[in-house]
Every structure is written in structure tokens, then in C-alpha cells.
Antibody, heavy 127, light 106 residues
Framework: EVQLVESGGGLVKPGGSLRLSCAASGFTFSNAWMSWVRQAPGKGLEWVGRIKSKTDGGTTDYAAPVKGRFTISRDDSKNTLFLQMNSLKTEDTAVYYC??????????????????WGQGTLVTVSS | EIVMTQSPATLSVSPGERATLSCRASQSVSSNLAWYQQKPGQAPRLLIYGASTRATGIPARFSGSGSGTEFTLTISSLQSEDFAVYYCQQYNNWPLFGPGTKVDIK
């Protein structure tokens, strides 16, 4: 059974930093592309960023609102995904979800979706 | 930049009735469209990907259709556990979710 368990959320002041973790089990983590998706209180879903598997280059991509402030990394030896958040703003307040990320093309059709999700961890940025 | 819209914002349906949810993209996304269900206090759950392929374990009463800019999620006979918020998601240069449709009890 696939399990994703986020941790590390909490209250932080504007301008501060926080590091989220996501412990993965039930699948071959090292082969997986992983994303972070967030949801502000009472709002919709917003993609934060993605990291490819190391065999596919291990590269990262980020949404414009977090680019240059957030960094996604992974430790395949510990089956763990990280989100380092710096220079936090009040608008970063949200539940942050760790997800597995499918991206592929077959027969001329491309697919991109998030198939497994953790339960989320709440980050509150407030003075 | 692609803009995603979903309609209606809220859909009131009686148990056992059919629900039809709409998702529209401002430009073509081919069949690269997914649907998610989210219940209060829970993480989203993947229902449909590739516009019409049900994810593992998703009941047959959920079906997706459409391509290009117009997509539909149909729930053939609403069960009590289906009352939730439904989001569509496309990928162009980056993943983008629609604003959601809340399905509540009539």
C-alpha cells in the first residue's frame, strides 16, 4: 500500500524558514517523480513544484510564486522527499501535500497527474 | 497562460441522481486532463486521468469525457460518499487546477 506521510509544518513568522518532509513507503521511491501541492485555507489546489527521479536527471521545476524561495530535494536512501521553504510570506499559509507525479506520453497523447497524496501538513505564516 | 474554469460552482443533487460537472480550458489541452475528489479534512483523490481513464479502484459510476477545451465528469448515480468538491487539472507548461465544483445534497 502506498503511504506518504508529511511532517514539519507549524507556525513561522514572515521572512522565516521551514523544512517539510514526506516519508514514502509501499512503492519504489527512487523511481518516482514527486510533487508538492498546496491548499490555502478554504481555497483550491495549487501546484508548488516537482522533482524527477535521479535516473531521469533529478531536476526540479517550481511554480512562479515560489521560485527562488522554495527548494525540493530527495533522499532516496531514506525514501524521503523534502521541501525547504525560505523567505516565507503570509500568502504561503496552506496545507502542503506530498504527491506522486505521473508524467508520460504514449501513442501521441501525454498525461500528467498526481496519483497518490499524503494527508498534508499545515504551514501558517503569521506574525 | 491557460485559464481553467469549472461549472457550476455548486451542484445540488439528490442521492441516486446523475451529476454532470463541467471543466473548460481557455486553450486546448488535448486529453491531458485529470479529475480529483476532495472530502472535508481529507487529501484529494485521483478519479480520472487522460480525460476518460478511471484511476485504480474508482467505481464505474464515475466517468470522464471530452478533449481539447471542454471536459465533463459524470457521476451516474450519486451515493452518499460522493458529496465532495471536485477539481479538474490540466498540464500545459505547468500543472493547473480548476477552482472546483462542490456537490452537495439537495
Amino acid at each position: 500500500e502506498v503511504q506518504l506521510v508529511e511532517s514539519g509544518g507549524g507556525l513561522v513568522k514572515p521572512g522565516g524558514s521551514l523544512r517539510l518532509s514526506c516519508a514514502a513507503s509501499g512503492f519504489t521511491f527512487s523511481n518516482a517523480w514527486m510533487s508538492w501541492v498546496r491548499q490555502a485555507p478554504g481555497k483550491g489546489l495549487e501546484w508548488v513544484g516537482r522533482i524527477k527521479s535521479k535516473t531521469d536527471g533529478g531536476t526540479t521545476d517550481y511554480a512562479a510564486p515560489v521560485k527562488g524561495r522554495f527548494t525540493i530535494s530527495r533522499d532516496d536512501s531514506k525514501n524521503t522527499l523534502f521541501l525547504q521553504m525560505n523567505s516565507l510570506k503570509t500568502e504561503d499559509t496552506a496545507v502542503y501535500y506530498c504527491t506522486t507525479n505521473e508524467e508520460y506520453c504514449t501513442n501521441g497523447v501525454c498525461y500528467y497527474y498526481f496519483d497518490y497524496w499524503g494527508q498534508g501538513t499545515l504551514v501558517t505564516v503569521s506574525s | 497562460e491557460i485559464v481553467m474554469t469549472q461549472s457550476p460552482a455548486t451542484l445540488s443533487v439528490s442521492p441516486g441522481e446523475r451529476a454532470t460537472l463541467s471543466c473548460r480550458a481557455s486553450q486546448s489541452v488535448s486529453s491531458n486532463l485529470a479529475w480529483y475528489q476532495q472530502k472535508p479534512g481529507q487529501a484529494p483523490r485521483l478519479l480520472i486521468y487522460g480525460a476518460s481513464t478511471r484511476a485504480t479502484g474508482i467505481p464505474a459510476r464515475f466517468s470522464g469525457s471530452g478533449s481539447g477545451t471542454e471536459f465533463t465528469l459524470t457521476i451516474s448515480s450519486l451515493q452518499s460518499e460522493d458529496f465532495a468538491v471536485y477539481y479538474c487539472q490540466q498540464y500545459n507548461n505547468w500543472p493547473l487546477f480548476g477552482p472546483g465544483t462542490k456537490v452537495d445534497i439537495k
